[in-house]
């Protein structure tokens, strides 16, 4: 299992690519359920890292793989 340090550089990483080849995409960002804890102090562990990066990756396939399809 990835460290919280791993998982953050990776988030990090998978953000830094949407803002730069699919910009289009980075207003999802913010509005994720992910980004908008539900408590006053929210516990950051590596599963709430692990299910945001998981969030971002999957936002990220389904806009390539759909964007691809239209294109064609």
Known sequence: MKTEKELNSDILEITMK????????????LEMPVTIPNTDNPEINRKALRDYYDSLDVLLKDYIENHNTKSK
């Open 18 to 29: 949407i803002k730069g080849q699919f910009p289009e995409l980075s207003k999802y960002i």
